[in-house]
Structures are given as structure tokens and as C-alpha cells.
């Protein structure tokens, strides 16, 4: 309790300074909150996921979502008085696990002071008691009639107003940044990757802030989440380990994966840049590049080859004298001779040995 008390004190000068120096700006904490949203979410249907949900944070002893296991540190902080306010928040937000040793919050703190500030104030606007607080202060009668004004749409998307020319008159055209969006994919031959570039060093930090909580430090998995490096030479044994860099054909997936699916929670939060650090570092974690200082960049990526490449064929069946035929497909009795069994399942013996079936089903 007394390291609470001290730590209290501390930060109200904290708070205070932070204050002073900074007009907290909700707007920008919900840019901030992209980094708590992997294991927090807040708003309407928010649940509890990796993190506690975070409506009506403040006021709320520490540690008691119903349902949500947390640390029993966590609990001990909320049994001995800790509750989640500016102050207490601030603190914990600077250094989780100075603030509460022992959290299973893995998440290193916020660096900037007006990073906590805007993220707290973003987090008011999920409280109902302090929602309506959130920019009290600045804004007047005047401004917010300006900020009504601006809802309106813009220009750009009254330019695509429904069009009712197409088939079922529903609809409209697709604007070309809708299909940018949308459009991200990368080939094996590289076609579709943005410019940028990014070094194995850059790709640690953002990978260690970013991935490690779940992949490990070195892509080796924390718990069940998925292993990202090392089984090389597992490819043969019944329960091979599967990575980038034991079983995965083309750099471009990797990137693309990253890219379009990562962080687990809030994909899409990562620069181009930021894919190919992390794709750097993801290459050197598994032995592909060994220079730190290497950066990879949509020039050379093409250069990159995975190990396993060598084992994966072009899917050539168009190419195949069945297909290429374009012969309509046998559906009945296509197999000339008599048929036999000539392979069985080897992990479930799920092919009967005998005729009355007994056999059939049993693990071994
Ligand atoms: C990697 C996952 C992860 C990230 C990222 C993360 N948290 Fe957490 N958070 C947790 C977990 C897990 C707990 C429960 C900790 C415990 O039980 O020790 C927690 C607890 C909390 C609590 C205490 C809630 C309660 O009910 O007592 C607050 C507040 C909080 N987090 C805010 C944040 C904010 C704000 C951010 C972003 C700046 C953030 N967290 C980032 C996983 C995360
Ligand atoms: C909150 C946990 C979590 C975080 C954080 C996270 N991942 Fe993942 N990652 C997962 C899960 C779960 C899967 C498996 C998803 C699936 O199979 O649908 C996965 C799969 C992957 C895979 C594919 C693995 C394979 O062999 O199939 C890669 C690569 C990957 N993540 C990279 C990253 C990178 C890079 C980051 C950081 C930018 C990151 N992940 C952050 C949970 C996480």
C-alpha cells in the first residue's frame, strides 16, 4: 500500500505538468489506443479479450471484471485501495509493471507524456459519467455548431452518389481509393508491393513492441500463440514445425500476411515501412540474412529466397492434358479395373482391417 502512496504523489506533479504543457485531445488518444486495442476494446458490445474490457474504467477498482482473470497481482493492487482514475492510469499507463509488479499487462508503457494524456481522455468518452466532460473546457457554443457543420459529407463522396446504372440499379462505382484499400496483395514475383524499405534493426524495436507479447522475443511463441522461426529440418517428422523459415514457399506472403492481418487485433495499423523492418527482422530471426544492419526494401526483395522454396511446384493443372482438354468431367464409374485400397491413414487407423468394421475409428 505504501508503494501506491509514494507512487501517488509522485505522479500528480506528473499529471499536473503533463496538464499544464498539453490540452489532452480525445481524437489523438484514439490514434494512441490503436496500440491497447490487440487486448483492449471499448465502446458499444466491448468484451473482455486478452486485456479487461475498458468502458467505465474510471472509478473502477482494480482488477474486478466480472469474468476476467487477471493477475492476482492485479486483484492484491484493487483489495489494497488501487482505483482507475486520471492519476492512478497515468501512472500505470507510464510503467505497467512498475505501477502494479506483477501484471500480466504485457505491454512496456507509453513514452510520451501527451500520448497517456490523449489516451485517457479518449478513454473518458467511453464512461458515462465523464463522457460528456471530454473538450468541455475549449470548446463553445460557437465551435460546435462548426463541428456540426463539418459532418456534413464531403464533396468527394457526393460525387459518388448511388448510380443506378448498373444491372440491379443498386449501388455505386467504387471510388480508386476504395479499391487501394482493398487492393494490397503482394505476388510471389513481388507485383504489388509498395515502395518503402525497413532494417532488421528498426524491425526488432517495432517487432518487440508490437508482436512479441504473443510470437516471443525471437519468433519462438509465447504459450500456444503461432512459433514464427526455427523448425528447419522438422519438415519429415510426423509433427513437423512449420515457419517462415522451415516451410514457407515466398517472401511476398510473409509481407503480405504482416501487412494485412497483424498485429492479431489490429491489423492494419503498420506503416509500409514498419512491414518491411518487421520483415527484415523476421528474416534474420530465422537465419535467412544474419547483418543487423540489412534493409529490405521493394528493390531487393525479389532477391530473398526462402529455404523451402525449392519444394513447393506452380499449380500447373490448367497446363495438364485432362484439363486442357476442357472434356466434360467423368462423374460415374471412372476407374477402368476393379478398385483396392492401396494407401490407409496412418494417425487415426481409420480404414476398417476387417469386414465387420471393428476395427475402424480406433487411435493410436
Ligand atoms: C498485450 C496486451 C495488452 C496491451 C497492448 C495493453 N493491455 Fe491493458 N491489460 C492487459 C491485461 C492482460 C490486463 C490485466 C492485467 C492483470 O490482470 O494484471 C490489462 C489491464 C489494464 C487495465 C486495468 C483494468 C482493470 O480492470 O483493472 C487498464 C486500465 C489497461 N489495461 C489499460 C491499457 C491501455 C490504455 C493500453 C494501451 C495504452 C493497454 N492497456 C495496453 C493487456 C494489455
Ligand atoms: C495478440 C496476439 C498476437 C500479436 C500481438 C501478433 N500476433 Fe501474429 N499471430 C497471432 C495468431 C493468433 C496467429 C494465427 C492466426 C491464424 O492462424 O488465423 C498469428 C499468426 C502470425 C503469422 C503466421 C504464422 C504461421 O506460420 O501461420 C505471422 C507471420 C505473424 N502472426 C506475425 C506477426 C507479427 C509480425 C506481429 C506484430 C506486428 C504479430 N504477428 C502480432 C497472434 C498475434
Redesign the pocket.
Known amino acids: 500500500m505504501l508503494k501506491f502512496l509514494k507512487a501517488g504523489l509522485l505522479a500528480t506533479g506528473f499529471v499536473a505538468a503533463a496538464n499544464a504543457a498539453y490540452a489532452a485531445d480525445a481524437g489523438e488518444g484514439e490514434k494512441v489506443f490503436r496500440k491497447c486495442a490487440?487486448?483492449h476494446s471499448v465502446g458499444e458490445d466491448a468484451k473482455s479479450r486478452?486485456g479487461p474490457q475498458l468502458n467505465d474504467v474510471f472509478g473502477r477498482q482494480a482488477g474486478t471484471v466480472d469474468k476476467f482473470k487477471y493477475s492476482a497481482a492485479m486483484v492484491a493492487a484493487g483489495e489494497a485501495g488501487v482505483v482507475w482514475d486520471e492519476q492512478t492510469l497515468t501512472q500505470f499507463l507510464v510503467k505497467p509493471r512498475d505501477f502494479v509488479s506483477g501484471t500480466k499487462m504485457a505491454f512496456a508503457g507509453l513514452r510520451k507524456s501527451a500520448d497517456v494524456a490523449n489516451v485517457i481522455e479518449y478513454l473518458k468518452t467511453f464512461d458515462s459519467d465523464l463522457a460528456g466532460t471530454v473538450g468541455q473546457e475549449e470548446s463553445s457554443g460557437e465551435e460546435v455548431q462548426t463541428a456540426m457543420a463539418e459532418e456534413a459529407p464531403p464533396a468527394a463522396a457526393q460525387d459518388h452518389a448511388p448510380d443506378h446504372d448498373g444491372a440491379f440499379g443498386l449501388g455505386r462505382v467504387a471510388t480508386e481509393d476504395e479499391i487501394a484499400a482493398w487492393d494490397i496483395d503482394v505476388r510471389p514475383d513481388g507485383l504489388g508491393l509498395p515502395v518503402g524499405k525497413g532494417t532488421v534493426a528498426d524491425g526488432e524495436v517495432?517487432?518487440t513492441d508490437?508482436?512479441a507479447?504473443?510470437?516471443g522475443d525471437f519468433g519462438e511463441g509465447v504459450g500456444r500463440?503461432?512459433?514464427?522461426a526455427g523448425g528447419q529440418d522438422t519438415l519429415t517428422d510426423s509433427r513437423p514445425v512449420?515457419?517462415?523459415g522451415s516451410y514457407?514457399p515466398y517472401l511476398s506472403t510473409?509481407y503480405d500476411?504482416?501487412k494485412r492481418?497483424?498485429?492479431?487485433?489490429n491489423a492494419r495499423s503498420?506503416s509500409d515501412d514498419d512491414v518491411y523492418a518487421?520483415t527484415a527482422y523476421?528474416l534474420y530471426l530465422n537465419d535467412v540474412v544474419d547483418d543487423e544492419e540489412f534493409e529490405l526494401s521493394n528493390e531487393n526483395f525479389e532477391d530473398i529466397h526462402l529455404p523451402n522454396e525449392g519444394n513447393f511446384i506452380p499449380d500447373d493443372r490448367f497446363e495438364e492434358a485432362h484439363y486442357a482438354k476442357k472434356d466434360e468431367p467423368c462423374m460415374t464409374d471412372c476407374k477402368p479395373a476393379p478398385v483396392t485400397i492401396t494407401m490407409r491413414a496412418q494417425v487415426l487407423d481409420v480404414t476398417p482391417d476387417t469386414d465387420d468394421d471393428s476395427a475402424g475409428g480406433q487411435i493410436d
Open positions: 490487440a487486448c486478452v517495432l517487432f508490437n508482436c507479447v504473443c510470437h500463440w503461432p512459433v514464427l512449420k515457419t517462415i514457407w510473409v500476411y504482416v492481418a497483424m498485429p492479431f487485433g503498420l518487421i523476421l
